[in-house]
């Protein structure tokens, strides 16, 4: 991949860094353009760091050993929640093994679609729900977790794509809040799929 970051170092200006793209004109976007610049792009990593870590830090090992923040629990995979949240509700469709997205057979994957939309499903019914967004990134240590976040309904500044960045600004939602809608997603999730 050394072409691409030769060609994004072409595009780089008289300051070193990307110029701005047209996300910031986005009226969803958190931040005003004044003022705003691109962190200087770093070296190619060749190869790269192994996103395998030791389960004895992972937050989402340490979620499924904490029963008020489990939800559900399937074959293969779990449904958690983050200790604290700013959001309406955030969940996390987890694999039960501290593995990644690629150790996941077939039965594994059939299970994870279906746990995702009944996740979804159970957190867009939440009041005060105006959306329910979903994204994997992984979670830092190597453990396959799949992010279901609720944003408030009506306040449409933090739809889409920048709702986590938002998020990590925001003050967090009281903690019996957050009891209360994990007690209706876990009762939604136990009744099974939708007939
Ligand atoms: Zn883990």
């Known amino acids: 991949m050394g ?7 072409a ?3 008289d300051d070193g860094r990307l ?14 353009r004044d003022g705003l610049q691109a962190r200087p792009l770093t070296e190619l990593a060749d190869p790269e760091p192994d996103r395998r870590k030791a389960p004895a830090d992972c937050r989402t090992c340490q979620a ?3 029963a008020p923040q489990v939800l559900h629990t399937g074959g293969r ?6 200790g604290a949240t700013s959001l309406p509700f955030v969940a996390n469709v987890v694999t039960r093994e501290h593995v990644l997205l690629d150790d996941l057979d077939d039965a594994g994957h059939v299970e994870l679609g279906r746990l995702v939309a009944r996740t979804y499903a159970a957190v867009q019914a939440l009041d005060g729900v105006g959306n329910v967004h979903i994204t994997k990134w992984e979670n830092g240590a190597g453990h396959f977790s799949m992010n279901v976040m ?7 500044q933090l739809r ?3 709702l986590p960045v938002w998020a990590d600004m925001l003050p967090d939602t009281p903690q019996d809040e957050l009891d209360a809608r994990a007690e209706a997603v876990r009762a939604a999730l136990a009744r099974g799929p939708r007939r």
């Open 3 to 9: 072409d691409f970051l030769d060609r994004a170092e």
């Open 11 to 13: 595009a780089v200006g």
């Open 19 to 32: 110029p701005l793209g047209a996300m910031p004109d986005w009226d969803v976007f958190p931040f005003e």
């Open 64 to 66: 499924l050993d904490t």
């Open 77 to 82: 995979l779990a449904v958690v929640r983050p």
């Open 150 to 156: 609720a944003r408030p309904r009506g306040v449409l």
């Open 160 to 162: 889409g794509s920048n």
